[in-house]
């Protein structure tokens, strides 16, 4: 028997009557996780991106954006294109493993506030500012954007010759630019403070549009759903992995040009190897 035969039975054994386990571990997955027999295509959205083959100087990536609430809140007119994308994952690890895993990007500097760069590419980049670590709100659970906007100047005037990937939270949950708390039922208010969530950080996106030089793509790592009633006794609201649902996959993908740095390539850092269980606890990943 194979040791990850053993490990399933193993855990079957442990959770056969928990109907969360289930849900989460097959229901979901394999079930509806069948669509992914398509992946890296989604019929209708053609081929899903490959972030670091695309060209770009800085990509500021905003966590969980649907393309329609981009499209719907941000001034389309302040980028040269605009052009939805469909994501390699439907989660900030799929996402995080299917385009930097295994990778050497000596290139790039990754300033990030979400914890599963760290966990799943932490040695991938010349240097990942691990601001989850660091600026992390205690009130909010989250870091705040400006913290982000902060580290991403300083890190590209502390590395000008490299390739900038800069990672918001927002607008994903706690949902610290709106009055509505993200643990609200209704679906209307959610998608409100969601919307609030995406206005108050795209302020910061502007200003490093402003600060940074070069051309600068904002895109998201993967998009949202809202579940209740049925929905959520099946368990495929939020942005569970493996789901190639439009809600989940289709991402902005908005172009400002720019006079384009030069870049250099140097050595990749080594993954700490931090314990960030806590951090996706708060984000809501565990």
């Known amino acids: ?141 989250v870091v705040p954007p400006e913290a982000v906007r902060d580290a991403a100047i300083e890190a590209h005037t502390e590395f000008p010759d490299k390739r900038l990937i800069v990672h918001f939270m927002q607008p994903h949950g706690p949902f610290i630019g709106s009055v509505i708390g993200d643990d609200h039922r209704n679906e209307s208010e959610y998608w409100q403070a969601y919307a609030e969530n995406l206005e108050y950080v795209m302020g910061y996106v502007d200003d490093l549009l402003e600060a940074v030089e070069g051309k600068t793509v904002v895109t998201a790592d993967h998009g949202q759903a809202y579940a209740s009633g049925l929905t959520e006794r099946l368990g495929i609201g939020g942005h569970k992995p493996r789901l190639r649902f439009p809600s989940l996959v289709k991402v902005p993908w908005a172009v400002r040009d720019g006079e384009r740095r030069e870049i250099r390539v140097g050595e990749t850092t080594e993954a700490k190897g931090e314990q960030v269980q806590d951090r996706l606890k708060d984000l809501g990943y565990l």
């Not at 019929?43 to 083959?53: C, N, T, W």
């Not at 302040?78 to 690890?93: E, Q």
């Not at 493993?97 to 990030?112: A, I, K, L, P, W």
């Open 1 to 141: 028997m194979t040791v990850s035969l053993r490990h399933a039975l193993s855990e079957i054994r442990k959770n056969y009557n928990s109907l969360n386990w289930w849900r989460n571990r097959v229901f979901v997955p394999y079930l509806f996780g069948t669509l992914t027999r398509f992946y890296p295509k989604y019929p209708g959205y053609g081929e899903a991106v490959r972030v670091m083959e695309e060209d770009w100087d800085t990509m500021i990536v905003l966590d969980a954006c649907r393309a329609d609430s981009f499209q719907s809140v941000a001034d389309l007119d302040r980028f040269d294109t605009y052009d939805p994308r469909v994501s390699l994952g439907s989660h900030s690890s799929e996402w995080t493993r299917r385009n930097f895993q295994g990778g050497s990007f000596g290139d790039t500097v990754y300033v990030s506030a979400n914890p599963h760069t760290s966990l799943e590419a932490g040695d991938a980049f010349h240097r990942v500012v691990e601001l989850w670590e660091t600026h992390t709100d205690e009130d909010w659970g």
